[in-house]
């Protein structure tokens, strides 16, 4: 499916791509391309794609969730075996819940919004032609592909998907016989997340070394915006981590597949007593969270990076603090590698360390305290231009302090003993990672989609996809904080075994409307989408009038991105509604020499030569203003 | 509101069908159903159109207001009111789901260290969510209020290092102490020593169900030996050890009151968890890691029933960590009972030394002199 859509996009193009002249062939062009840009749109077509297919497996969930007792033939039509008589099986549930996870999270939140960000703006705001290396980049792309069609084709073996749960914790997901999930199903998951990690350390290696070595003359580490400072730090996350996650899954197949015991010790299963022993369950928990923290991080990072941008562009309003912003993502990225426990406190491991977890947890809750203070700071008084992208990235600061907030109680061990794996913290990520990253990923959609395909989104389909998509997140999610709060455990299948979980059926059939309106919202956006891409508004070269590079670039996509020299950068990328300037805006390539009325001595902190400049036209604007 | 209409009609229809021709699959069933989806699929187009519709009737007024040398639609006007009344209808909505839907959540906490966790509980709740209210209310509110207008251009303010260090040092110093406060409570929790006069409970996790072991008349549980479990030792203990010989079976989770409860968690095949929210008590059973909860109940089941207004209350034991298709469904009673009656109940309480193990037992100690030896060849022989 998603190579159809990458492919039928390229067909549209490489017919206006003869009018214009292209020399290069069909394949290299759209599919084989090692052009950055073509490879983040094929990224984002890709994880828009495993979007839609995670979307309409949690849709499939909600609907047992509200429905328990009731057949719908039109599911057994569609599933066959797994939903026999018309209702979901037990286990196909599972593998609903783990499937859905692992699209969302690795799929859509690392690969799709990552991967199209960093490979399009990387290059465009540091002033780059193209990644450090076009070719591994590509690679990039195509092992991410193939891991999507792995994962997905694990929906066609006999006994169904991987239905451990996302974090597929052994012994379940490592006995073939603990369930029906842990057998092809699990092995094709691990294929996939193999190919998926080689996928994000290939991306990962590319974006570092390319902001490092590939910025423009003038572009400092301090010019740089503050979408390549997140996407430069989860790459740093994404290459340290993740390599971790390889090793963790390694030792498992050798656990499923040669008869070793990494994981595995005293087990019974099904009365037989089985062989291993020496393991240890917790040490794959160690390795998996070891990755699997940083990980919230890489999905949120980008998504914040994007918002601040998007934030400062449309209140026509520097970002408040931009230097306390760098180092709160600092501070997050250091801190994000020494929280993994906070996912263990009740797992069996020692309480002395789950204290030391729960220190270091709430620490990390201050940067992104500071963060979100300077968001607001950055709308004050600022002249706010509602336009879709702008929308998303306040819905985006909405979420991630509704989601953040319960962060608190759940990082606290003695809170998380009774809201461990409960609807609490359902509730909890899904807002603070869930729906935050993926508003940060529509606000960059809306905002960067003139940069990707030269036209326009329509704004007023935005509006609607927005508010609908917003409103509904918060209903689906803020109820299933009280059922957590209700002792209500994540992933049953049914509340109606438990007498003391019935009164929340109803909430269950609400929550699953709420979903539903939020899914055929997202029909909206994938409507407007598509419309744009071949009927939208032209584009214009600056359409926010923002001030970065990217919009430097020609409307038409070049391969080298400029005709003639990259400009040189002279200014920090938020020099909004500066006073004295008669635009509310100036770009990073206009020099200071060009702007004499709006410069301030804060300018030339670092610039003796430019600071006695000023002055000195300082002192002679004073006396004409005087002989006026 | 014409929509939502609408979709209430068709889920009514749906229901009704169901109700109609049960969940057995016929002909007229399969017809109903394909109705159904058409029905659906129908709604969709013409929510589609007329969304299509609404959207010329903008653009032509917009553009009739231009032609007419008006501005035409402001959508920052618009975007900005829309912002404010979703403020107010979203506190609304939190006051009202806090009030109505936090009310159904779990009754007091019915074990001492629960209070602790109760109490930092309220104290965060409290804390966060005046940050909630006040940080929504002012990302919202400036929405509105710095709307986009023509006239106006933004106030020029990259940082100010005072107020900066104000919003760092103050979150940083409430957290301390939420993290003192925590740590504390959390180690008092989790200390969970054995001491003398502890009533240790083994509780065993496996698909799909808890199996218990409460000590006999010497008040000590036996060892236990994963590798001699078979059919009728279930739980593998190993009877070499003196104490397990009057080990008791038992089917629900009988404790008394005010007395400090030891839980001694095992997992035979994969890892289940232990949750008993009414007693703010959670721990996961790992096979081959035993692990341990010590706590003390403090109101009886029958009290509850009294307090929670509900003749039917029973304290429950869940598993809440995934461990295949009947996770959903591990549930063991609990009771608290006073210690009388956990006396009387004991007393009744079979032990796991059944006469036919007893038998069984017999004679592989005397064929052979390792008991483990016999059992493992046994169960090869099964295979």
Redesign the interface.
């Known amino acids: 499916m998603s190579t159809l859509a990458v492919h039928d996009h390229g067909i549209v193009h490489h017919e206006e791509g003869h009018e214009h002249h292209h020399k290069q062939t069909f394949l290299n062009t759209y599919v084989f391309s090692q052009d950055h840009k073509m490879i983040a749109k094929q990224f984002l077509i890709t994880g828009i794609t495993m979007a839609f297919i995670g979307m309409c497996l949690s849709l499939l969930f909600r609907i047992q969730l509200a429905y328990p007792d009731?057949?719908?033939?039109?599911l057994?039509?569609l599933l066959g075996r797994f939903a026999p008589?018309?209702r979901l099986?037990?286990?196909f549930y599972?593998s609903l819940v783990t499937i859905h996870g692992t699209i969302m999270v690795f799929f859509v939140l690392t690969a799709g919004l990552s991967g199209t960000f960093a490979n399009l703006l990387i290059p465009l705001q540091i002033g780059a032609r193209d990644m450090a290396s076009p070719f591994v980049n590509m690679l990039s792309y195509w092992f991410f592909l193939m891991a999507s069609l792995v994962m997905v084709s694990s929906f066609l073996v006999q006994k169904g998907p991987a239905s451990?749960?996302w974090t597929i914790?052994p012994?379940?997901s490592a006995?073939p016989k603990?369930?029906?999930g842990s057998g092809e199903g699990m092995t094709l998951w691990l294929i996939s997340m193999v190919l998926f990690i080689a996928s994000s350390l290939m991306g990962g290696i590319n974006y570092i070394s390319t902001i490092l070595n590939m910025r423009t003359k003038g572009m400092d580490l301090w010019k740089m915006p503050l979408t390549i400072w997140a996407l430069f730090l989860t790459a740093v996350l994404g290459v340290l981590a993740f390599p971790v996650l390889v090793a963790g899954v390694v030792l498992l197949i050798f656990d499923r597949s040669f008869g070793t015991s990494f994981y595995?010790?005293?087990?019974?299963?099904?009365?037989?007593?089985q062989p291993f022993e020496g393991?240890?369950?917790?040490l794959f928990q160690h390795l998996f969270w070891f990755l699997g923290h940083p990980e919230v991080y890489i999905i949120i990072m980008p998504a914040m990076g994007l918002s601040s941008e998007i934030l400062a562009v449309n209140?026509?309003?520097?970002i408040?603090?931009?230097?306390?912003m760098v180092y709160s993502l600092i501070g997050i990225s250091v801190l994000s590698f020494i929280v993994w426990g906070h996912h263990m406190f009740?797992?069996?491991m020692n309480?002395?360390l789950?204290?030391v977890f729960?220190?270091t947890t709430?620490?990390i809750?201050?940067p992104s305290?500071?963060k979100?203070?300077?968001?607001?700071?950055t709308?004050?008084?600022?002249?706010?231009?509602?336009t879709p992208g702008m929308?998303f990235a306040?819905g985006m600061?909405?979420f991630f302090?509704?989601g953040g907030?319960?962060g608190?109680?759940l990082g606290?061990?003695?809170?998380d003993?009774?809201l461990?794996?409960?609807y609490f913290v359902v509730a909890h990520f899904h807002l603070v990672m869930g729906s935050a990253a993926i508003f940060g990923m529509l606000a960059g959609v809306y905002h960067w989609f003139p940069k990707m395909f030269r036209r326009m989104m329509?704004?007023?389909?935005g509006?609607?996809h927005f508010?609908i998509t917003?409103?509904g997140a918060?209903l689906v999610f803020?109820?299933m904080h009280?059922m957590g709060?209700?002792?209500v455990?994540r992933?049953?299948?049914?509340f109606t075994?438990?007498?003391?979980m019935k009164?929340?059926l109803t909430?269950n059939v609400f929550i699953t409307?709420a979903a539903i309106m939020s899914g055929?919202a997202q029909?909206?956006f994938i409507?407007n989408f598509i419309y744009s891409i071949f009927f939208g508004k032209k584009a214009t070269q600056n359409p926010w009038n923002a001030n970065t590079l990217e919009w430097t670039t020609p409307v038409e996509h070049l391969h080298g991105n400029w005709p003639g020299e990259i400009p040189t950068v002279y200014r920090w990328p938020?020099d909004?509604?500066?006073?004295g300037h008669e635009e509310?805006f100036i770009p990073q390539t206009v020099p200071y020499s060009q702007t004499m009325s709006s410069n301030s001595v804060h300018d030339f902190e670092d610039n003796p030569a430019g600071l006695e400049e000023y002055t000195k036209w300082a002192v002679a604007n004073k006396v004409n203003e005087q002989v006026k | 509101m014409l929509l939502s209409m609408f979709l209430l009609l068709g889920t009514n229809m749906l229901m009704a069908q169901d109700a109609a021709t049960g969940t057995v699959a016929t002909d007229s069933d399969k017809s109903a159903m394909w109705l159904g989806v058409g029905y659906y699929a129908l709604l969709l187009l013409v929510a589609a159109v007329s969304l299509v519709i609404l959207g010329k009737i903008l653009r032509v007024y917009d553009l009739s207001q231009k032609i007419q040398g008006k501005k035409g639609i402001n959508w920052n006007n618009i975007m900005g009111f829309v912002c404010i009344i979703f403020l107010i209808a979203g506190i609304y909505g939190a006051t009202w789901s806090l009030t109505v839907q936090g009310s159904m959540s779990l009754p007091e906490s019915a074990s001492a260290h629960g209070v602790d966790t109760d109490n930092m509980f309220t104290v965060t709740s409290i804390l966060t969510l005046i940050v909630f209210f006040l940080t929504q209310s002012l990302l919202f509110g400036f929405a509105f209020f710095y709307r986009g207008s023509d006239k106006r251009k933004a106030h020029y303010l990259p940082h100010n290092n005072t107020i900066e260090k104000i919003w760092t040092i103050i979150p940083a110093a409430v957290l301390t102490v939420l993290v003192v406060f925590g740590f504390f409570t959390w180690q008092k929790i989790e200390n969970s020593t054995e001491v003398k006069g502890d009533i240790n409970i083994d509780v065993t996790g496996h698909q799909f169900a808890w199996e218990l072991r409460y000590p006999g008349k010497d008040g000590k549980l036996g060892a236990l030996d994963y590798k001699l479990t078979t059919g009728d030792n279930k739980l593998g203990i190993d009877f070499k050890d003196p104490r397990s010989l009057d080990d008791l079976q038992a089917d629900t989770l009988v404790i008394p009151v005010n007395k400090s409860i030891r839980l001694n968690i095992h997992a035979q095949d994969v890892i289940h968890s232990v949750y008993m929210p009414h007693f703010r008590l959670q721990q996961n059973a790992v096979p081959g890691l035993p692990t341990f909860f010590k706590f003390i109940p403090t109101i009886t089941t029958a009290e509850m029933r009294v307090r929670t207004d509900n003749p039917k209350f029973e304290y429950l034991l869940y598993c809440n960590k995934i461990c295949g298709g009947s996770h959903y469904n591990m549930q063991k009673v609990v009771r608290v009972v006073t210690a009388e009656e956990y006396q009387d109940w004991i007393a009744k309480q079979k032990p796991y030394l059944t006469d036919k193990l007893r038998t069984e037992l017999k004679l592989a100690a005397d064929k052979s002199t390792s008991a483990p030896q016999a059992a493992t060849n046994r169960l090869a022989l099964n295979n």
């Open positions: 009731k057949a719908f033939p039109l057994e039509t008589g018309g099986s037990p286990d599972m451990g749960g914790y012994p379940l006995l603990a369930m029906p595995l010790s005293d087990i019974v299963l099904n009365g037989q007593v393991g240890s369950p917790i209140s026509r309003k520097p408040f603090g931009y230097h306390a009740v797992t069996g309480p002395f789950g204290g729960m220190i709430l620490i809750a201050v305290a500071v979100t203070f300077n968001w607001l700071a709308l004050w008084r600022g002249n706010i231009r509602f929308l306040i600061v909405s302090i509704s907030l319960t608190i109680f606290n061990a003695a809170l003993i009774n461990h794996d409960t329509d704004e007023r389909l509006y609607l508010w917003f409103i918060y803020f109820p009280f709060l209700d002792g455990p992933r049953y299948y049914a075994e438990f007498e003391s009164h929340w909430v409307w055929v029909v909206v409507a938020y909004y509604s500066k006073p509310d």
